[in-house]
């Protein structure tokens, strides 16, 4: 499934991208504190498919030990050729959305590894979090989903690798 962006939000998107994976990470926290109130009504909008199939990379995610999580949410991020980021490449950009959002919920829950309580984030990530807080609530979703679009691994475009068989 090819990733199609709004290509409204373009400065901001690379602004993300151009950040360390643990800081997108920890700017998706941020941003999930700040603004996960709003965000909820937004997140699960996708069709009842859509939450399912969501819930179910979710699930599988919550059963491993917090250093496998971390380390998925990482490979999604660094687009790494794994089975989990290859099916999450194969999810619309709405349910890409929804999984992040629940992710942040289990972090939340501490049921997916916890956000360190001493973490700060950088300047650069405050101020892309202040431009974020000045969009319209309609214009941050469709800016999350074009962060979440290109993150893990298009199946269908994905060279083969040989040393995992994928």
Same mark, same amino acid.
């Given at each position: 499934? =090819?990733?199609?962006? %709004?290509?409204?939000?373009? &400065?901001?998107? !690379? ?6 994976? $643990? /800081? *997108? @990470? ?20 996708? =069709?009842?498919?859509? %939450?399912?199939?969501?819930? &179910?990379?979710? !699930? ?6 917090? $250093? /496998? *999580? @971390? ?20 999810? =619309? ?74």
């Amino acid at each position: 499934m =090819s990733n199609i962006t %709004s290509g409204l939000f373009t &400065a901001q998107v !690379e602004a993300f991208q151009n950040l360390e994976v $643990d /800081e *997108q @990470l920890a700017l998706f926290w941020v941003i999930y504190t700040e603004m996960g109130d709003s965000i909820t009504p937004a997140a699960p909008g996708a =069709s009842t498919v859509s %939450s399912e199939i969501a819930q &179910a990379l979710f !699930e599988r995610v919550k059963s491993m030990s917090h $250093d /496998e *999580q @971390l380390q998925i949410m990482r490979d999604l991020i660094g687009r790494q050729n794994s089975l989990i980021c290859r099916e999450y490449g194969a999810l =619309s950009d709405t349910t890409k959305l929804l999984f992040w959002y629940l992710l942040a919920q289990g972090m939340d829950e501490a049921v997916i590894v916890p956000f360190p309580e001493d973490y700060q984030i950088s300047s650069e990530s405050e101020d892309l979090l202040e431009q974020i807080k000045n969009l319209e609530f309609s214009q941050q979703i469709t800016l999350f989903r074009d962060i979440v679009a290109p993150m893990g691994v298009d199946p269908n475009e994905a060279p083969h690798d040989e040393a995992t068989g994928l």
